[in-house]
Each structure stands twice: as structure tokens, then as C-alpha cells.
């Protein structure tokens, strides 16, 4: 879509007094009028799709379950509200269950993140060079992201199951004992962060290498002038020109892992995976706000998970920001020169 | 680029667009109101019904043949069966449907533990079915059990889980123990007690890589069901931390698990049905109901190798059983009443019970010949009509609690940690009662 609109303020005729103006002219003006409210009125038009929908689907449901957050709601009536003010904070604060799944949720999330981003960068810096067949590479990276979580993690706990698993079949041949994966607090964590990293290192690569495609060709030619190897010119040229985005699949990555829940609740299914494994050793705060709601029937607590989930989130952005806001401007200090 | 455009043109361009918008947003705003498909769909032009059933493990009917069965004697009517593997995830999918109104099928299955609550808060939701059905004919606290403070009864009482004790004959044979039901009754005699002594006799010769027990939760829930008190009193306070019944199952299975008597499976678990096919457990605590799941797991390669004699010390005790019940919002109500009255008439519960083991909660059905002399071929053909009869007849009448089934999850869970991680019994029962604690308060 290349057009510019053409500006319309020529269209305005200098006032006249109204009754000596011909029929004509006074429709001209009333069409006039009609230019300007459709030029401020429709874009409101335009977005307000969006918006009415984010406020159906999106706000309310969220100011909703604060309202919840506040109540005493069980799952067999609905109907009966009872006011408890913030003691379901109050209560989840004080389980230690809540705490185990704060901590397994972050632990998750970086052994799923770190190595993800960091393989993703990687398989992007690849695929930047001129390769046969590249259109069908860079397909063949993002197929995972396109199966759905269910069925990923049915495999997955297929591969991980501890008797008769594809995984310790393997590890028979080479000569070591069979791993109860699902059962132990680290394999468990494990197991999950690599149907997490199966999923998204593609769909991350792919968004590295879009920004490494916009990279200016000069840069690099002005490097390799200055005698930079390759992997000097990646760290150098493409790893600070890719700052913005890096920034950006770090903040998607923590709201997806912050929210984890289909992969644990399928590696061992059934009533195993509702509660996180028998020690809730790989309960994630969406399981256990599930588990709250939906096995124990309240969702008062559950409400209030989510709520915290939520500060959680904003907590996590505020440190990232502050981190690349400190990033930034060391970076501009030395660029500046500004040493003593 | 820059485009010039007649004025009217420019006009009518907008005027689409912005109509296009509002109606793309009108069209969003109402799509999402349509209700689910609840399959039922009232008769359609030939005077046809569908109705649909929802249930969870097994009922039987599917074995037994009996939704053909009643095609065939109401050509009119087809009945859909719906079910779901395990009664943990069906159960609050059922309180999500009620809640909603939406969804339900035309006949809802209702366990035992849950069945308590249902009829303490959504007894509304469900037809009266004592107006239709002679609740009389069941054994008298079945009907108890899913009557509402109003005097409706809400569910129809579908089997009873009179306790018996399922065991591997061959791996018996193997270790040296008795393969004869009755001498394998006698050496049980004393009760649990003897249980764990006869595990400790199997543990000595016992074949590599087997084990005497599934699951010491079974055991658990087993001493628990033999007793009147269970985990509330009568005034429906929760009393489970005091109840004696639950500290002698917690003991028992704190005791098997530090012997190692068990292999420490989460019962209906991948694991636990892996464990029956290759045949690595020796006794499985068995409900009338646990048969058809033994034979359904351990699959026709074991036939004949296993075997069922009553309880350790004759425990008589009621472990599990259901309910069908006809939500009011289905559009077949009446049609509905009378599949379920047909479905729990004394012959068809003979029925699945000969398909499947599921024991009769309905007493007219005891004296059929299909129950009482009937044998379980997969179990080397054992009496099961009369090992179970007997048990029936003495099931203490229980009290039941909203949040039963959620004590006995957690409970059982937390056994299985002391099985499989050897967690100490005081850590696990801490652990335990957290977690049943946030469901009750």
C-alpha cells in the first residue's frame, strides 16, 4: 500500500453569509463538513475493532478475576459470592506450595530460555549466508513451531517416559541405567525446558534473521576492511545491531514461559501432571493456579495466582528495562569516547 | 506515489471501509454467543433421538452391548456414549457444564466421592428420579447417598464396590505361597495385619523385579472404606485428621512402604497399567469394579493367570461405585429417566456385571442366576457372584463429605511419595494435609 493521502484543507471555501449562497455552494460546504469529520472520525473507526474486542476478551476479563481475587468463589456455586477482601493473597503468599511453583517456574524458564535464545542466535547467523536451498532450511527451523503444544508434549513424554521410553531405550544401548525422568526435582525441569527449547528456537531464529537481514551490508564490509574474522564481525556488527530485537524475544520468552502449563501437565498426564508431579516438583504457576481452581474447586485463590502472575510480569519488565536502559547508555559512553 | 481521485470516489471508498470495520466488529461481538453442541437435539423430522451419555473409566455398557440392546428395543432412540478415561479430569469438566449450562449430556455419570457434593450444592441441576425409579430395590445407603435435603434423589444407583482381593496365582506359585483361594483367604484371615505378613513371605522368594502390592494408597483406601467414619462426622465436619480408620490405613501403607513391599504405582497411571501387563505385581486390592480394569490392562496374555478370593480378614468394605443422573436442561429429560431406569433394572446390571465385574447396587439383580453363580473366566473362573454377595450384604453404611474424593487423591498421592521416594511418613502426612486443608477451607 504506497499512497499518500493528499491534503484536503483547499476545499474549504472562506465564509460567506449563508443566504445569499446558491444551492450549490451550500453543498459544498455541507460536503466540506462531511471531508473533515470523516478525515477525524473514521481511523477511530478503523481501530475500534481492535479495541472493542481487547475490551470484551481482553480488560474485562482481567478486572473481572481481580473482583474474584477478592472473593470467596468455589466451582459448585458460582453464584455465591462471599467478600474476603485480600485473604486469598493472603493465602497463597503463605503456601509453600505457591513458592515451589514461583521458584520451578523461573528455573524452567531460564533453562528453557538461555540456551533457546543463544542456539537460536546461532542457527540466524547460519541461515544469514548465502546457502542452497535456504527458503526450504529456514522452513524446516520454524516446522516445530507449528505443531501444537498437546501434541509436542504427548511425544515428548513418550520419549521421557521412564519404562519403555524412547529416550532410556537409548541410553540402555550405551550402557547407562534407566532415568524415572518425570519423577526427580531436575530431570523433571529438564525434560520440560527441552520440549519448550524443540518449540521455539525456530520461531526465534526466524526473528533474528529478519533482523539480521536489515543489518546494513556496509557495516560488515567496512569490518572485514578493518581485518574483523567472522566470528569477530558477529559479535561486533550483528550481536549490537540486534539489540532491539534480542531485547524484545527475551520479554516474549518470559511471558511464555511465565505461562507454561501444557508441557508439565502432559509429560506424565493424569492426575500426575494436575498437580505438577507427585512432589510438584515441575508445578508451574499455571498449573498451580489450575490445580487451585479446578481439582480443589476454588477460585478465589486462583484468581489471585493469576494477579500475581501478573506482578510477577511487570516485575520481570521493569528489570529488563532498567538493565537496557543501563546497557544503552554505558554503550553510548564509550562510543563517545568518554573515558578518563 | 501519489494517487489523485475523484472527490465522490474517495467518498464511497471511505464509506466502505468504515462499514466493512463495523461490521467485521459487530460480527466479532456476536460470533462468540453461539452455545456449544450439548448432541442432543431434541427428535428430528422422523421422530429419532440421539442421547447422549457421559461417563469416565467404565461402566460396561459398552461391553455388555446394552446401548445396541436398547436400539434394538426402542428403534427410535440411539444412545452415544462419552467417555472419559479418568473421573479426576471429568469430574470438574462436569462442574464447568453445570455452571455454564451448557454442554451436559443428556445422562451425567457422578462417583461416589463426589456425589456428596453434587447433592449439597448443584442438586437443582438434576431431575428427581425417585418419581420414575424404585429406589427401594438398591442396597438402602446407595439411595441415601444421592438423596438432596428436598427428597430428591438425583442419581440412580449404577454398581457398589464390595472389597476383595485380586492376586497373581503364578507369581504366587513362584514364590512359594499358596495359589488355592480359599488357603489364600485363610493365611489373610487375621486381616491387614496378615496381609503385610504374607508380602513379607512373598518378598523372600519372591521372582526378580516383582513386587507383593501395586500401591499401598489401595490398601489405604480400603481399611478407610471398611469403616462408618471416614474423613467428616456425621454433622459433615471434616474429621479426617482424627479418624481412626485413616490412621490405621496411613500406618498399614507407611509399613509396606518402609518394607518395600510395593512397587509404589499411582494407580490407572501409565505406569501402573505397564506393571500389569508385564505382570510385576502380585496383589492388586480389588473393588468389584478394579476386575474389569485388571483384565482390561493386563490384557488377554495373562488370561487365566490371575485369580480373586475375598479380603484379607473378610473386610467388607465399599470402595467407589457411581451414579447416573439426568441433568433438567437436556432437551430429552423424559427419554433420558428412562434409559437410566433401564440401564440400572436389576437384569442389565446383571449384565455388565457378567461383561465386566462391576458389582449390582441394585438387590434385585442378586438373585439372578447371572450374579449369583457367575464366574470370571479371566480369573481362573473364580465365583466372583458369590464372594461379592457376601461383602455386600455388610457393607457398613458410611458417612459421606463434599471434598471425599479430593482427600483420598491427595492422600494417595502423598503414599505414593513415601512408596517411590521413601519420604518420611510424618513429611508426607504434612504434605498431605496441606494440600487437603486448601481444599476444604
Known amino acids: ?340 | 506515489m501519489r494517487i489523485t481521485r475523484s472527490v465522490a470516489g474517495r467518498r464511497r471508498r471511505t464509506a466502505i471501509v468504515a462499514t466493512t470495520g463495523l461490521t467485521v466488529t459487530a460480527l466479532l461481538l456476536t460470533g462468540c454467543g453461539g452455545s456449544s453442541d450439548s448432541g442432543s437435539k431434541g427428535a428430528d423430522a422422523d421422530g429419532n433421538i440421539t442421547l447422549t451419555v457421559a461417563d469416565f473409566g467404565q461402566f460396561g455398557y459398552k461391553e455388555a452391548g446394552l446401548f445396541e440392546k436398547y436400539h434394538e428395543l426402542n428403534p427410535k432412540i440411539t444412545v452415544k456414549e462419552d467417555t472419559t478415561a479418568e473421573e479426576k479430569n471429568y469430574y470438574p469438566k462436569l462442574l464447568q457444564q453445570l455452571n455454564s449450562g451448557s454442554g451436559l449430556a443428556d445422562v451425567q455419570g457422578i462417583e461416589v466421592g463426589r456425589i456428596k457434593e453434587i447433592v449439597d450444592t448443584k442438586a437443582d441441576s438434576f431431575t428427581d428420579l425417585s418419581k420414575v425409579i424404585d429406589v427401594d430395590q438398591w442396597v438402602s445407603w446407595k439411595a441415601k447417598q444421592a438423596t438432596a435435603p428436598s427428597g430428591a434423589v438425583i442419581g440412580a444407583g449404577t454398581d457398589i464396590g464390595p472389597m476383595s482381593l485380586c492376586y497373581n496365582r503364578e507369581l504366587f506359585e513362584k514364590a512359594g505361597l499358596p495359589t488355592d483361594r480359599a488357603e489364600v483367604a485363610k493365611r489373610m484371615s487375621g486381616g491387614w495385619e496378615d496381609y503385610l505378613a504374607l508380602g513379607e513371605e512373598y518378598k523372600k522368594k519372591a521372582p526378580e523385579g516383582t513386587f507383593f502390592m501395586d500401591s499401598a494408597s489401595a490398601m489405604f483406601n480400603a481399611v478407610v472404606s471398611s469403616s462408618p467414619e471416614q474423613y467428616y462426622d456425621a454433622s459433615g465436619k471434616p474429621v479426617y485428621k482424627e479418624s481412626a480408620s485413616v490412621r490405621k490405613g496411613w500406618n498399614l501403607a507407611a509399613e509396606a512402604a518402609s518394607k518395600k513391599l510395593t512397587q509404589g504405582l499411582a494407580q490407572f497411571e501409565d505406569q501402573w497399567q505397564a506393571a500389569l501387563r508385564k505382570s510385576t505385581v502380585a496383589t492388586v486390592v480389588c473393588p468389584a469394579w478394579m476386575a474389569g480394569q485388571i483384565s482390561t490392562y493386563a490384557g488377554d496374555a495373562n488370561q487365566g493367570k490371575w485369580d480373586i478370593t475375598t479380603a484379607p480378614g473378610g473386610t467388607s468394605a465399599n470402595w467407589g461405585g457411581s451414579f447416573l443422573a439426568v441433568p433438567k436442561s437436556g432437551k430429552n429429560v423424559e427419554e433420558a429417566t428412562k434409559l437410566v431406569k433401564w440401564l440400572t433394572a436389576p437384569e442389565q446390571q446383571a449384565a455388565v456385571f457378567k461383561a465386566i465385574g462391576v458389582f449390582p447396587s441394585n438387590q434385585g439383580a442378586y438373585e439372578l442366576p447371572d450374579v449369583k453363580s457367575a464366574t470370571l473366566p479371566y480369573f481362573n473362573n473364580a465365583p466372583i457372584g458369590q464372594i461379592y454377595a457376601d461383602g455386600a450384604k455388610s457393607i457398613p453404611e458410611a458417612v459421606l463429605g463434599p471434598k471425599d474424593g479430593v482427600i483420598k487423591d491427595s492422600i494417595s498421592t502423598q503414599i505414593n511419595n513415601m512408596e517411590q521416594r521413601g519420604t518420611k511418613p510424618d513429611a508426607a502426612w504434612d504434605a498431605a494435609v496441606r494440600t487437603v486443608d486448601k481444599a476444604i477451607g
Do not use: C
Open chain 1, 1 to 340: 500500500m504506497a499512497t499518500s493521502t493528499p491534503t484536503r484543507d483547499a476545499h474549504v471555501p472562506p465564509p460567506r453569509p449563508p443566504q445569499k449562497e446558491p444551492p450549490s455552494e451550500r453543498r459544498q460546504l455541507w460536503r466540506s463538513r462531511l471531508w473533515r469529520f470523516d478525515d477525524k472520525a473514521s481511523p477511530y473507526a478503523y481501530i475500534a475493532p481492535f479495541f472493542l474486542v481487547f475490551g470484551a476478551f481482553g480488560l474485562y476479563p482481567l478486572l473481572y478475576t481481580g473482583w474474584i481475587a477478592l472473593h470467596r468463589v468455589s466451582m459448585t456455586g458460582l453464584d455465591t459470592m462471599e467478600w474476603v477482601g485480600w485473604e486469598n493473597f493472603d493465602k497463597i503468599l503463605h503456601d509453600p506450595e505457591f513458592w515451589t511453583s514461583v521458584s520451578n517456574t523461573f528455573l524452567i524458564g531460564v533453562i528453557s530460555t538461555v540456551p533457546q535464545l543463544l542456539m537460536a542466535l546461532g542457527l540466524a547467523h547460519l541461515l544469514n549466508y548465502r546457502l542452497r536451498a535456504s527458503t526450504f532450511w529456514r522452513t524446516i527451523i520454524l516446522t516445530p513451531y507449528a505443531t501444537s503444544v498437546a501434541s509436542a508434549a504427548l511425544v515428548f513424554a513418550l520419549v521421557f517416559r521412564a519404562d519403555g521410553g524412547l529416550l532410556n531405550w537409548t541410553l540402555g544401548l550405551v550402557g547407562f541405567d534407566p532415568v524415572n525422568w518425570a519423577n526427580g526435582h531436575w530431570t523433571s525441569k529438564l525434560a520440560i525446558s527441552i520440549i519448550v527449547i524443540w518449540r521455539w528456537t525456530g520461531y526465534n531464529a526466524l526473528i533474528y534473521l529478519a533482523a539480521m537481514q536489515a543489518v546494513p551490508n556496509d557495516l560488515y564490509e567496512a569490518a572485514s576492511l578493518d581485518g574483523a574474522s567472522r566470528w569477530q564481525q558477529f559479535l561486533k556488527v550483528t550481536i549490537p545491531s540486534l539489540r532491539p530485537t534480542i531485547l524484545f524475544t527475551i520479554v516474549i520468552s518470559t511471558i511464555g514461559s511465565m505461562q507454561l502449563f501444557g508441557e508439565p501437565l502432559l509429560l506424565e498426564g493424569g492426575a500426575l501432571g494436575a498437580t505438577g508431579g507427585n512432589e510438584n516438583q515441575y508445578e508451574t504457576l499455571s498449573i498451580y493456579l489450575y490445580n487451585y481452581g479446578w481439582n480443589l474447586g476454588h477460585l478465589g485463590p486462583a484468581a489471585a495466582v493469576a494477579w500475581a502472575m501478573l506482578a510477577l510480569l511487570l516485575l520481570i519488565a521493569a528489570v529488563n528495562w532498567l538493565i537496557g536502559r543501563a546497557a544503552r547508555s554505558s554503550d553510548s559512553a564509550v562510543r563517545t569516547g568518554a573515558t578518563r
